[in-house]
């Protein structure tokens, strides 16, 4: 299969891996196939120490449409759908596990299920032309597996309301609901992405790949736990022998030399 034809792009260059989905005619729906695609590279990544950060971008002139309806609909039934449903929530959580920080690159229109990979991914950087939906509702479909990503990245009434309306959120918006992160004109998208993505990879892999799962976890727990479980962690994190040449490094204002170990 040529690169053209493949539904997922792969490429690695100074420890960051940049996945492009590439379905552009179908507005890179999330057909069996790409997510299969999307699930077999993150597998592969989270056993790859050289990969110190992940980007998701999409080629075509939208993100990522949702699930690919048309799929769906050439294969009815309850057994479709529960395999379908699963693999993508499998997916998502895959995101979240996954010990490498995921930035998304978002252009063009992010819906239902598009706009739940954004949310799913640590960090979102949006061209000002970007647009975002959970917008099943208009077709008679609630964004219930959306809405667990979204609920967990924005406040609940942004989210309820977009839900139940449906309507594109312009970027600007998303930011401000806590969608994305950063929002920049389209010809400064990649130059902002990459500049975020190599900083964050300059950082120490462990303390990034702890603190990451940290976050996710401590997020589920009461106050009381989630302060004795970070206790713990951070308490790891000092003994690693890069964190005490950081902290060291720091004390004598110089460079820490880590061996990322």
Same mark, same amino acid.
């Given at each position: 299969?040529?690169?053209?034809?493949?539904?997922?792009?792969?490429?690695?260059?100074?420890?960051?891996?940049?996945?492009?989905?590439?379905?552009?005619?179908?507005?890179?729906?999330?057909?069996?196939?790409?997510?299969?695609?999307?699930?077999?590279?993150?597998?592969?990544?989270?056993?790859?120490?050289?990969?110190?950060?992940?980007?998701?971008?999409?080629?075509?002139?939208? =993100?990522?449409?949702?699930?690919?309806?048309?799929?769906?609909?050439?294969?009815?039934?309850?057994?479709?759908?529960?395999? !379908? =449903?699963?693999?993508?929530?499998? !997916?998502?959580?895959?995101?979240?596990?996954?010990?490498?920080?995921?930035?998304?690159?978002?252009?063009?229109?992010?819906?239902?299920?598009?706009?739940?990979?954004?949310?799913?991914?640590?960090?979102?950087?949006?061209?000002?032309?970007?647009?975002?939906?959970?917008?099943?509702?208009?077709?008679?479909? =609630?964004?219930?597996?959306?809405?667990?990503?979204?609920?967990?990245?924005?406040?609940?009434?942004?989210?309820?309301?977009?839900?139940?309306?449906?309507?594109?959120?312009?970027?600007?918006?998303?930011?401000?609901? +806590?969608?994305?992160?950063?929002?920049?004109?389209?010809?400064?998208?990649?130059?902002?992405?990459?500049?975020?993505?190599?900083?964050?990879?300059?950082?120490?892999?462990?303390?990034?790949?702890? +603190?990451?799962?940290?976050?996710?976890?401590?997020?589920?727990?009461?106050?009381?736990?989630?302060?004795?479980?970070?206790?713990?962690?951070?308490?790891?994190?000092?003994?690693?022998?890069?964190?005490?040449?950081?902290?060291?490094? =720091? !004390?004598?204002?110089?460079?820490?030399?880590?061996?990322?170990?």
């Amino acid at each position: 299969m040529s690169a053209s034809e493949a539904v997922l792009l792969r490429q690695d260059r100074d420890g960051i891996a940049r996945l492009t989905l590439n379905r552009p005619a179908q507005r890179n729906a999330l057909s069996v196939e790409l997510m299969g695609a999307l699930q077999e590279a993150l597998d592969a990544i989270a056993r790859d120490r050289k990969v110190k950060l992940v980007v998701i971008s999409a080629n075509g002139p939208g =993100f990522c449409a949702g699930h690919d309806l048309r799929e769906m609909r050439a294969n009815p039934g309850r057994q479709h759908y529960e395999a !379908l =449903f699963a693999q993508c929530s499998r !997916l998502m959580v895959s995101l979240t596990k996954l010990p490498q920080p995921v930035i998304a690159r978002v252009h063009g229109i992010a819906a239902a299920a598009g706009c739940q990979l954004v949310a799913s991914c640590d960090l979102a950087v949006a061209s000002s032309a970007a647009r975002f939906a959970v917008n099943g509702i208009n077709i008679g479909l =609630f964004c219930s597996t959306p809405m667990v990503a979204l609920t967990r990245a924005v406040g609940r009434k942004p989210a309820m309301e977009m839900l139940l309306t449906g309507d594109l959120v312009e970027a600007e918006q998303a930011k401000a609901i +806590g969608l994305v992160n950063r929002v920049v004109p389209p010809e400064r998208l990649d130059e902002e992405v990459d500049a975020l993505a190599r900083q964050i990879a300059g950082k120490l892999t462990l303390a990034v790949a702890m +603190g990451k799962e940290a976050f996710y976890r401590q997020a589920e727990l009461g106050l009381e736990a989630a302060y004795a479980f970070t206790s713990d962690v951070m308490t790891k994190n000092m003994l690693a022998r890069d964190t005490e040449e950081g902290v060291d490094a =720091f !004390l004598e204002k110089r460079q820490p030399r880590w061996n990322n170990e």
